[in-house]
């Protein structure tokens, strides 16, 4: 790519979080010539702060996890990635393996055929293997899973059946500073030239001659380029509105309202160490260790819990709710024995942008140069490097002429050579009846 004559840019990257940062980064990598526009002080301010920032691969799609696998490859070799960021420290990977109970009709039996056919590690414990593992885990099937004022149900009970073991994930993990991951992303960026300007807000998206042709924001400034792409996380619906391309997707993404909780870890266990993931529709929660011999515990989406969708994400509650911190610890508590119950709440509120499926917007849209990523559902953080590169893939193919509506783009991981259909992630996406509706994508 050559630096356009005709604009201030080649791309104008709205937003700055951990994908709007890799998007960034790739494009820079790439020769063009961006700036990177983020409401917020700083770098990695938006959602990407709050987020659990879980590694593991268990998606619905083939996509999906061809994507996730890719996604960790990255992860492990993340200094090499960034490159020279000037004496910044790489955000660290803390390995923990990652269980999902083997309930019946659970996530596990739609994605071990897809890790069967990409090669991604896993584990089929039963019973034993996993008490003799993981002590701390009680198999029992407790769910569906209830809400407190719910006393009866079943759930709170003490059931007879058991799971027959778990699925295991032994590459799994989190990183345990996301914000520094977008930084380390946004560092390298702009040592590969990319501009960053932050307190900055996008107002408009500019049209000329039936294409995009830049920004104006907030203050009124106008700020040309060849290509706009919409990383606002859970303001992206806000952007495709501006950019009048909401009605023309068949696939949209909203705000969702999502709280995440800390608390210790069952006296006597030393879960920095030994601490494990846990994705787990059986109680409705996932969780994993967090530094200091804590659980992080977030929502898994059970059917009894409503979603709050958000129409304006400026102004959400951000105040933890009155029972969330002591439901979650209590459905937590069902599955890791002796998981102690506070008193003092603990926790963060924070947003996702989510779609229908569970699964992200990378595209174009319908207004050429304009392109989305965005939807990314509470589960892409650990993609982020993998999203930027195959974004610009995408906008380097589409503006070079590829037609990505009709023969969508297909991306070969750069560490593992898996296929990527980014059909898979289209705005006018089908969706197959079966797909997991929750956070685990
Ligand atoms: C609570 C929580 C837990 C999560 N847990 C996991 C997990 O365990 N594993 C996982 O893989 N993923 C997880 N995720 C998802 C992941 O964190 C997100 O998908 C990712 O951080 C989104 O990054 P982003 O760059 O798209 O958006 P953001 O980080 O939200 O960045 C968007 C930026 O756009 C800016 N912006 C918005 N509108 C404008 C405008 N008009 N003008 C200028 N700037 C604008 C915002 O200020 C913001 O900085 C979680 C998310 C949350 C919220």
Not at 37 to 64: M, Q
Not at 351 to 378: E, H, K, N, Q, V
Request: glycine fraction near 10%; hydrophobic fraction near 40%; aromatic fraction near 8%.
């Amino acid at each position: 790519m050559t630096r356009s004559h005709d604009h201030d840019f080649d791309a104008i990257v709205i937003g700055a979080g951990v994908i709007g940062s890799a998007v960034a980064l790739e494009l820079a990598r790439r020769g063009w010539h961006t700036l990177t526009v983020d409401k917020l002080p700083t770098v990695g301010y938006g959602s990407t702060s709050a987020s659990s920032a879980i590694i593991r691969f268990n998606y619905s799609t083939a996509a999906g996890v061809a994507m996730a696998y890719e996604g960790l490859q990255y992860w492990l070799s993340w200094p090499e990635h960034i490159g020279d960021i000037g004496g910044q420290p790489p955000a660290e990977f803390v390995s923990q393996p990652m269980l999902l109970p083997k309930t019946p009709g659970g996530h596990h039996e739609k994605v071990l055929p897809l890790f069967d056919e990409l090669g991604v590690r896993y584990e089929d414990l039963n019973a034993d293997q996993t008490a003799a593992r993981f002590p701390l885990v009680d198999l029992r099937i407790f769910g569906p899973p209830a809400r407190l004022d719910d006393a009866d149900h079943p759930f709170w009970g003490e059931p007879d059946a058991t799971h027959d073991g778990v699925i295991v994930m032994p590459e799994a993990g989190y990183i345990s500073d996301p914000q520094l991951a977008a930084q380390n992303l946004a560092t390298a960026a702009a040592a590969a030239g990319a501009e960053f300007r932050f307190r900055t807000e996008v107002a408009s998206i500019d049209r000329s001659s039936g294409r995009v042709a830049g920004i104006t924001t907030a203050d009124g400034e106008r700020i040309t380029s060849l290509v706009v792409v919409n990383v606002a996380g859970p303001h992206a619906r806000l952007v495709n509105e501006m950019a009048g391309v909401l009605g023309s997707m068949s696939r949209t993404s909203r705000a969702l309202r999502r709280e995440v909780y800390i608390v210790p870890a069952p006296p006597e266990s030393d879960f920095d160490e030994a601490g494990f993931i846990m994705g787990d529709g059986d109680t409705g929660v996932y969780f994993r260790g967090e530094r200091g011999n804590n659980i992080l515990i977030g929502n898994a989406e059970p059917e009894c819990d409503e979603l709050e969708w958000v129409d304006d994400p400026d102004s959400i509650d951000d105040f933890l709710s009155d029972d969330g911190f002591e439901l979650h610890a209590l459905r937590t508590a069902r599955r890791v024995k002796g998981t102690p119950i506070p008193l003092q709440k603990s926790g963060l509120v924070s947003m996702y942008d989510a779609t229908p499926d569970w699964t992200p917007i990378y595209d174009r849209s319908d207004l050429d140069g304009f392109y989305i990523a965005c939807g990314t559902s509470g589960n892409q953080f650990k993609n982020a490097p993998v999203a930027g590169a195959a974004m610009a893939e995408l906008i380097t193919a589409v503006e070079a002429g590829h037609d990505h509506d009709a023969d969508p783009l297909t991306i070969s991981g750069t560490h593992t050579g898996l296929t990527i259909d980014m059909g898979t992630f289209t705005r006018n996406r089908v969706v197959p009846d079966d797909t997991h509706m929750n956070v685990f994508g």
